[in-house]
């Protein structure tokens, strides 16, 4: 049996460097370096290789290391029309999957937990595991690409991973109302990859065939007046998640300044999310994992998948 | 028929009987007429879809809430027992069977769908909901859900997010997981979590995404938030014919590599074709080697370039004809076929083995090639209808289970199916999941270690081994030290 291609070198290097003893945590580039709070002190920093291993534009999937730049990636894979899930905020493979965070046009580019086909990590003891399966559809076995996808490092150090890929859309637009109704968009247009908000303007990007980007545009335009806009706004730093139908009754002064995605419920404002009781029953079982995966608590000591007051 | 046997013995000797103290206590939680005993019930759910027979029922609880289930599992683990969820049983690896006279907790009549909201475009249901019960529920509103298994008029959405079930359309959707956002669940320990949420991005580890795919392994929904998805304004369809399945397969992947992504893409063969075309009359052609049903959906000017693009690919690629669907009759007629296709089997075989495994787009010609010479060297006939859009192949294994010794031949040539879709790059089950049908087969596609990983997640979820013991991972895997597990038979088919 062959299967899919036996991991790197590589990865073995990584595995050996980080061991089996001692607290350790992975280092990208440090773009959303404080999302799960600080590193403990004595904490020591590995990098994942770099790389792209293979595309297969046809099987809609790419293999890469995960210490590879997630703008690197973006172009290689843009230069054969596709694109991946995750977020274009810089950063590496590696870091945008632990931190799991999607991109701003989620609506039109997937989210990342759905991106994540087969991972490699290293282990708290060391050892290489794989989970998922390398081709777009796969339900062999518990789904350990999900259950990493967001887990900050906390239960593996992610070497190498196959993502899926998706086809850059033939045509984009960014516009910008002042005049329409945020939450009546997505009911008027199919084809929206992103529909933010700041309480007065309402900017869409819409994405297709050419004739279906224009076509959506004069939908939008029998309700109200657009103009062209660049992209989307400055995001403020702190990232909430709510329900979409919340959006409708945002609680303005704790947010303060703020830019809300319609039909997802990422709110990015100037002040935190205040972090939300976590039922006792439900902390059990993540402690549970997280002992199940790191029983000495080594991999990134300190950070938390949990929400924590600021 | 594949026999589960194994060291069950001591419990099928023993039979349950209505003076058990756990009987007089589930009743006693529930209501005498949901708590079923008689060995007609019983004998009838210790099957599901698959060829598998050897399992054997404890009682069986239908079950009406959270609350029940709850009470049910505390009562399992008072009496040590351990519990199978179940569905509508129409599962393929065996997910269901219940192995060492477990409870059985039923959802059937957890069936309602509790709740729509479209500006969350959630719906909360019952796990017992059927699958195209809901997205009939959900067409007057304009939305549907998307995962639409073959099986969809009677599988259950409980079974679907254990199954992590997929369908034709899931090639541009997403297979269920894509859809689930939440889920509450019922621990083996009786406590009740809900995993995830409707908010954007849940705090905490994806359990929820941990949950969907765990096969009654991780513990029992009982209730479910999935996404719903809008109604496209424009579908079109068409049917591809070919001369052979090789060309037919090499289709598929010039498509996906033209950046475009059907909705759907279908493959039948010529058995196949011509067995639906005897039974829907469709107006399949039945001279040909196979046919491709592709289907795209999305606005008016956009489907209609993709679709272009999508007949000029096939013409390159060497189609005999291409037929689009002119309006919605002929539309339903073409999926028609497609959805019968394996009630049309019927007509040419007394009973099938459905397979199910994943490869690579680029190398399902040579596999189709490879399966029907297995199938010729085991002297088994074979038919192919697939979600080809996604490399899923489906190979049905035609047999007659009279025949002396055939189910040693038609498990065979199943494993050798395994062996060249994971030589190929692929996976061992796209849709199906992995049950008891391929447990013993994971360690030709993970390590020990990757095993012993995924143990650990499930011994996370249920230390005690009490929920659907004995499916998924191979028993040298799961967690062997308890009561449950020793029950559980090594050699699936005998
Ligand atoms: C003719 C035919 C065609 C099919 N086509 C497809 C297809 O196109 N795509 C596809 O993916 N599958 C297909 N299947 C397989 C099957 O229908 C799916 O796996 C389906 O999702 C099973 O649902 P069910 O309600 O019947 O579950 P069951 O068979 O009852 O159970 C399946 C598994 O789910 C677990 N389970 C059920 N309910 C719960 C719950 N509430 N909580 C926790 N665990 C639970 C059970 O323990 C078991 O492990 C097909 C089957 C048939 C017979």
Redo the contacts between chains.
């Keep these: 049996m062959s299967g899919p291609p036996a991991a790197p070198a590589a990865l073995a290097a990584l595995a050996a460097e980080v061991g089996a003893e001692g607290p350790v945590a992975a280092e990208g580039r440090r773009t959303r370096w404080d999302v799960g709070g600080a590193l403990a002190d004595g904490t020591r920093l590995v990098r994942a290789p770099s790389g792209i291993l293979e595309h297969k534009p046809e099987e809609m999937t790419v293999r890469v290391l995960a210490g590879t730049p997630v703008d690197e990636l973006h172009a290689e894979l843009g230069a054969r029309g596709q694109r991946t899930g995750l977020p274009r905020r810089g950063g590496t493979v590696g870091g945008a999957l632990a931190v799991g965070e999607s991109d701003v046009a989620v609506l039109g580019r997937g989210r990342v937990r759905d991106t994540l086909l087969q991972v490699r990590y290293v282990a708290a003891d060391g050892a290489v595991v794989q989970g998922g399966g390398p081709t777009v559809k796969n339900v062999t076995g518990f789904d350990l690409p999900r259950l990493i996808v967001g887990s900050l490092g906390t239960l593996g150090i992610l070497g190498e991973v196959i993502l899926r890929t998706n086809p850059i859309p033939a045509s984009s637009r960014w516009v910008t109302s002042a005049s329409v109704d945020p939450f009546a968009v997505l009911d008027l247009v199919r084809g929206a990859s992103c529909v933010l908000w700041d309480g007065t303007r309402t900017l869409v990007e819409l994405e297709g065939h050419g004739a279906d980007v224009d076509a959506n545009l004069r939908a939008l335009e029998r309700v109200g007046e657009w103009g062209e806009a660049s992209g989307p706004p400055p995001l403020p730093p702190h990232r909430w998640s709510m329900p979409p139908a919340g959006l409708r009754t945002l609680d303005r002064e704790a947010l303060g300044d703020w830019v809300a995605s319609i039909g997802v419920g990422t709110v990015w404002a100037s002040r935190p999310q205040p972090p939300a009781e976590v039922p006792a029953p439900l902390a059990a079982l993540a402690q549970r994992v997280k002992d199940g995966f790191d029983p000495t608590g080594r991999l990134a000591p300190g950070r938390s998948v949990w929400r924590r007051a600021a | 028929m594949g026999v589960l046997r194994g060291a069950f013995g001591r419990r099928r000797s023993q039979p349950v009987l209505p003076q058990d103290p756990v009987v007089a206590e589930l009743v006693d939680a529930l209501a005498p007429d949901r708590v079923r005993m008689d060995s007609a019930e019983r004998a009838l759910f210790a099957h599901d879809a698959s060829v598998f027979t050897g399992g054997v029922s404890g009682p069986v609880c239908f079950v009406t809430s959270a609350a029940e289930v709850q009470a049910v599992m505390r009562i399992a683990i008072r009496h040590d027992r351990a519990i199978v969820p179940r569905g509508a049983g129409t599962g393929l690896a065996g997910g269901a069977i219940p192995l060492g006279a477990p409870i059985v907790v039923s959802t059937i009549k957890m069936n309602r769908v509790l709740e729509v ?1 479209t ?3 959630v719906a909360w249901v019952e796990p017992g909901v059927v699958n195209l019960d809901l997205t009939r529920y959900l067409r007057p509103l304009g939305y549907h859900f998307a995962p639409d298994p073959s099986s969809q008029q009677a599988c259950t959405i409980g079974g679907n997010v254990a ?2 079930s ?1 369908g034709p359309h ?1 090639l541009a959707y ?2 269920t ?2 859809h689930v956002v939440a889920i509450d669940v019922v ?1 083996p ?1 009786g ?5 995830g ?11 929820r ?2 949950f ?3 096969e009654g392994t991780l513990g029992i929904a009982t209730r479910i938030g999935v996404r719903i998805t ?1 109604n ?2 424009v579908v079109r369809t068409m049917l591809v014919s070919f001369d052979s399945a090789e060309v037919a397969a090499s289709m598929v ?2 498509v ?2 033209a ?3 059907p909705a759907a893409m279908e493959m039948m063969d010529r058995e196949i074709t011509r067995a639906v075309e005897n039974f829907v009359h469709a107006g399949y052609p039945l001279d040909a080697g196979a046919v491709l049903l592709v289907e795209v959906d ?5 489907t209609r ?2 679709m272009e693009r999508i007949t000029e690919i096939a013409h390159a690629d060497g189609a005999r004809s291409c037929r689009l669907a002119a309006d919605e009759e002929e539309r339903a007629l073409l999926w028609k076929g497609r959805k019968g296709a394996f009630g049309a089997v019927a007509q040419i075989a007394p009973a099938y083995y459905l397979h199910d495994t ?5 190398a399902l010609a040579d596999v189709l090639r490879a399966v029907y010479e297995i199938g010729a060297r085991h002297d088994l006939p074979v038919v192919n209808v697939f ?1 080809a859009g ?3 192949l489906h190979p049905l294994l035609l047999f007659d289970p009279r025949e002396p010794g055939i189910m040693e031949r038609v498990h065979e040539a199943g494993k050798d199916i395994v ?1 060249v879709s ?2 190929a ?10 049950g008891v049908e ?1 447990r013993d087969y ?1 360690s ?4 020990d ?3 012993e ?2 143990n ?6 249920d ?1 005690a081994c009490r929920a659907n013991p004995g499916k ?2 191979p028993a040298s895997h799961s967690c062997a030290d308890i009561q449950a597990l020793r029950q559980v038979p090594t050699g699936v088919w005998a």
């Design positions: 909201d500006v969350d475009r199954n992590n997929g899931c997403g297979v997981s894509n621990l320990s406590e009740l979590v809900t995993l949420g409707v908010d954007a991005e849940p705090d905490g580890y994806d359990l995404g941990a969907v795919g765990g809008p496209p304004p992947g010039d996906i590599a950046g475009i992504v999305g606005q008016d000017e956009g370039l993709d994943v490869v690579p787009r680029a979600h996604d490399g899923n062996e994971l030589a790059g692929g996976t061992l089950s796209g849709e199906h999941g992995i391929k994971m030709m596609m993970f390590s270690v990757d095993l990983h995924q650990r997640l499930r011994r996370a979820f230390p998924v991972l």
